[in-house]
């Protein structure tokens, strides 16, 4: 199986920064793409920015120019760097992962366990 551990949250006043890590274990054989998405309460889980094996990036408008997705492919982590952050980024952040395992080769898809982020204003 594959465990994905996330790190990084916290409370932040308007401007701050933070920076969230998401690591896989397990017998991976390969990851492939690394998601970050977020839900803020009575919201719908958003895609915020996804980062794929060959290190192309895609980031939701909201967050364009603010927030950078990164991934040490040696490590299995993946990272969001979020600048300039506003009291409209406070969600719980999770990270999104897929590749595959063990000595078959198995496919996986796999969620981390959440991170909260708090913007005051």
């Known amino acids: 199986q594959v465990q994905l551990v996330e790190s990084g949250g916290g409370l932040v006043q308007a401007g701050g920064s933070l920076r969230l890590s998401c690591s896989a274990s397990g017998r991976i054989v390969r990851v492939s793409r690394m998601d970050w998405y977020r839900q803020a309460p009575g919201k719908a889980r958003e895609l915020v920015a996804s980062?794929?094996?060959?290190?192309?990036?895609n980031y939701a408008n909201s967050v364009k120019g603010r927030f950078t997705i990164s991934r040490d492919n040696a490590k299995n982590t993946v990272y969001l760097q979020m600048n300039s952050l506003k009291p409209e980024d406070t969600a719980v952040y999770y990270c999104?992962?897929?590749?595959?395992?063990?000595?078959?080769?198995?496919?996986?898809?796999?969620w981390g366990q959440g991170t909260q982020v708090t913007v005051s204003s």
């Open positions: 999104n992962v897929e590749g595959y395992f063990g000595a078959w080769a198995t496919y996986f898809n796999d």
């Open positions: 980062i794929n094996s060959g290190g192309s990036t």
